[in-house]
């Protein structure tokens, strides 16, 4: 079993920088692959990043590559998203997802475990 807890959300100008932490429990944590979701209301929820269990292997959505970078640090059971050059359209709430399968995906059906979301506004 694993419990996420996303933090670090908030309102800032479109330019600015953000950086999201998921922390989370669970003696297996190091085990899973771990990603970030995002959802704005009435819209679908979007793939934003991924990494492997070891963080060997991460990959991106087109719309955040090359601003957004996921690492994660096992001894301190945490994943983090740091944001850059945030655009209005970054705006959505955040999810920390965790997948047994310890392979970074794309697909949300893959992860079995998701945190509460934490809110990034981005205003121009």
């Known amino acids: 079993q694993v419990q996420l807890v996303e933090s670090g959300g908030g309102l800032v100008q479109a330019g600015d920088s953000l950086r999201l932490s998921c922390a989370a429990s669970g003696r297996t944590f190091s085990t899973y692959a771990m990603a970030w979701f995002r959802q704005d209301p009435g819209k679908e929820r979007e793939f934003v990043a991924a990494?492997?269990?070891?963080?060997?292997?991460?990959i991106y959505a087109d719309s955040v590559k090359g601003r957004f970078t996921i690492s994660r640090d096992n001894a301190k059971k945490s994943v983090y998203l740091q944001m850059k050059s945030l655009k209005p359209e970054d705006t959505a709430v955040y999810y920390c997802a965790a997948g047994a399968s310890s392979t970074a995906t794309m697909d949300s059906r893959r992860y079995d475990y998701w945190g509460q979301g934490t809110q990034v506004t981005v205003f121009s």
């Open positions: 990494i492997s269990w070891a963080g060997g292997r991460t």
